[in-house]
C-alpha cells in the first residue's frame, strides 16, 4: 500500500464518505444534498482531503481512494452474480448423466427469472464439469460471489439430490439441502427438486448480502448494498428501523436510479407506514408507493418485486383486480417466488375467496420455510379463516403468529375482533390490551387505510367484533 493510500485511514468517517461520493464522480450539490449538509461544508472537507492525501484534484483523490480499497481487499470484485456448476453424478448410465445436467439447466432457468442477482451462463458453468474445483478460483473466474453445487445419487428405484449454496468471496458455505424422489416420474422429480432449490436459494443469498450491508459501514457500500441494507431495515417492520430503511434507500436512489432493492424498500416503506399507522401523512405514504411501484416496473418490469410493489399500489387505489392480476402475474413469472404467493394469497382471502388464499399461502410457507415473514403467512392464513367464518382456526393461526411476532397490531386487531365474534370475550378482551400495548394510537379509521382490500362485509364484521371486545375510538 503506498503511503497516500495509507493516509486515507486518517480521514474523519465524514472525510472518508465525502471521498466515497466524490470519486463516484458526484459534484459538491449532488453531496451536500445526499448528506444533508451544506455545499459550503462539503468544500471544506474536501480541502481538507487534498491537504490530508497530498493531492490536488477529484481524480487524484480517487485514484489513492481505488489504491486503498484494492490493497484491502482480500478478493478480487465479483459483484453478486451466481453460478450453478455441473453436479457430481455417483452412477454411470446416460440417463442418469442427462437427469443431473437437465436439473442444473432447470435450476438457471428458475434463478434467471429472479433479476436481483445475475445468473452465469450455461456454457461458463460446464466448462467446470468432471473437475475437483476450489470455489475461491471458480468464483474468480467466473466473477461469481455464489456458487451451487451439488450430487446426484440413484438407486434402483429413487433418486437423491444434494444440493449447497456457497459464498465464493469467503468459501463458506450458506446453505445445504438433500432431495429425494422416485426414479418412476423423473421428470416431475426434476421439476420438483429445481423449484425447491430455486426457491431455497434465493433468499438465503438475499439474507447474505443483507449482512453484508449490515456488516459494513455506510460509506463503504455502493448503491446496491445500501439499497438492500434499506430493504432490509424496512423488512424489520419496525417503525424506527423503517425510517431508516427509506432514508438508505433514498441515498441508494440517489446514487443510482436504477437501484431495484432501493425503489422497492421505498414502495413497501411507505405501505408499512400506512399499515403501522406510523405517519401523519397516509395520502403522501400512498403517494411514495405509486411513484416506487412505478419506478420498480420501469427498473424491472417482469420482476416478482416489481409486481408485487405495482399490486400493492393497485390495492391502495382501490383496483383490487388489477392488483391480483399483478399478484397472479408474478407467481406465473416465477413460480418460486415465496412472497408473491403470500401477497396473492391475502388479496384473495380477503376478496371472497379464502380457500384459494390458503392454497397461496401455504404453498408461499412450503416454498419458504424459514422465511422472516412466516409469522406474517401464519397471519394471514388466519384472515383467510376469518373470512370463511371458521373462527377457531382463525384464532388459532392468529396465536400461532404471535408466537412468532408479539408486537404485530394486525394480529391483535384480528384477533381481538375474532374471539369478540365467537363469544370468547375474556380472550378478546386480552387481545385488545395487546393492542394498544403495542400500537397505543391505533384507529378503525387507520385500519381502512389498509383494510380497503377487504370486502365491505368483512370489514364491518371486524370493526363489529373489536367493538364487542371493548374497543373505543380514542379520545
Given amino acids: 500500500m503506498t503511503e497516500k493510500a495509507v493516509a486515507t485511514a486518517s480521514l474523519t468517517p465524514r472525510q472518508q464518505e465525502i471521498l466515497n461520493l466524490a470519486a463516484k464522480g458526484l459534484t459538491n450539490a449532488d453531496i451536500a444534498r445526499i448528506l444533508d449538509i451544506a455545499p459550503g461544508t462539503v468544500k471544506v472537507h474536501m480541502a481538507a482531503i487534498y491537504r490530508l492525501l497530498d493531492v490536488s484534484n477529484r481524480t487524484e483523490a480517487a485514484l489513492v481512494l481505488r489504491a486503498a480499497q484494492a490493497s484491502v481487499n482480500d478478493a ?74 451439488g450430487s446426484v445419487r440413484h438407486s434402483e428405484d429413487r433418486v437423491r439430490v444434494t444440493a449447497q449454496l456457497i459464498d465464493a468471496r469467503r468459501n463458506t458455505h450458506l446453505w445445504a439441502e438433500t432431495f429425494d424422489g422416485l426414479r418412476s416420474d423423473i421428470f416431475s422429480v426434476q421439476d420438483d427438486i429445481a423449484r425447491a432449490v430455486a426457491a431455497a436459494i434465493h433468499p438465503e443469498m438475499m439474507r447474505s448480502e443483507i449482512r453484508l450491508a449490515r456488516s459494513q459501514h455506510p460509506l463503504n ?28 434507500a433514498a441515498r441508494a436512489l440517489d446514487l443510482d436510479p436504477e437501484c431495484l432493492a432501493a425503489a422497492y424498500a421505498m414502495a413497501m416503506g411507505n405501505y408499512l407506514q400506512l399499515v403501522f ?27 416478482p418485486y416489481s409486481f408485487i410493489a405495482d399490486g400493492t399500489a393497485c390495492m391502495l387505489r382501490g383496483d383490487i383486480g388489477a392488483a391480483i392480476e399483478q399478484l397472479e402475474s408474478a407467481t406465473k413469472r416465477n413460480p418460486s417466488s415465496a412472497r408473491a404467493f403470500s401477497f396473492l394469497g391475502q388479496l384473495l382471502g380477503m376478496r371472497g375467496d379464502p380457500d384459494a388464499g390458503i392454497e397461496c399461502l401455504e404453498q408461499a410457507i412450503a416454498l419458504s420455510p424459514h422465511d422472516s415473514a412466516n409469522y406474517a403467512m401464519l397471519a394471514s392464513i388466519g384472515v383467510c379463516h376469518y373470512a370463511a367464518d371458521r373462527l377457531d382456526l382463525c384464532c388459532h393461526y ?9 408486537d404485530e397490531m394486525l394480529i391483535w386487531s384480528m384477533l381481538a375482533s375474532a374471539a369478540a365474534t365467537a363469544g370468547w370475550q375474556e380472550e378478546a378482551e386480552a387481545a385488545l390490551a395487546e393492542l394498544i400495548r403495542v400500537q397505543p394510537g391505533f384507529t378503525i379509521e387507520g385500519f381502512r387505510l389498509i383494510g380497503g382490500a377487504m370486502l365491505p362485509a368483512y370489514l364491518e364484521r371486524f370493526e363489529a367484533g373489536l367493538r364487542k371486545a371493548g374497543y373505543t375510538n380514542p379520545s
Fill in 221 to 248: 457500500v455502493d448503491a446496491w448494498q445500501m439499497g438492500m441494507g434499506g430493504l432490509a431495515q424496512v423488512e424489520l417492520r419496525e417503525e424506527a428501523a423503517c425510517r431508516k430503511g427509506l432514508d438508505l
Fill in 398 to 406: 392468529l396465536h400461532r403468529a404471535a408466537d412468532l411476532k408479539g
Fill in 76 to 149: 478480487p470484485s465479483q459483484g453478486n452474480a451466481i453460478a450453478v456448476l455441473p453436479f457430481d453424478l455417483f452412477s454411470e448410465g446416460d440417463e442418469d448423466a442427462h437427469f443431473a445436467d437437465g436439473l442444473v439447466e432447470e435450476i438457471i432457468t428458475r434463478l434467471s427469472r429472479w433479476q436481483w442477482f445475475p445468473v452465469i451462463a450455461r456454457q461458463s458453468c460446464f466448462a467446470f464439469k468432471s473437475q475437483t474445483n476450489d470455489i475461491r478460483r471458480v468464483g474468480t473466474e467466473l466473477g461469481a460471489a455464489y456458487v451451487v453445487e
Fill in 277 to 303: 399507522q406510523w405517519t401523519t401523512d397516509p395520502m403522501g405514504c400512498t403517494q411514495a408507493v405509486a411513484q416506487n411501484a412505478a419506478l420498480c416496473k420501469r427498473i424491472a418490469a417482469d420482476d
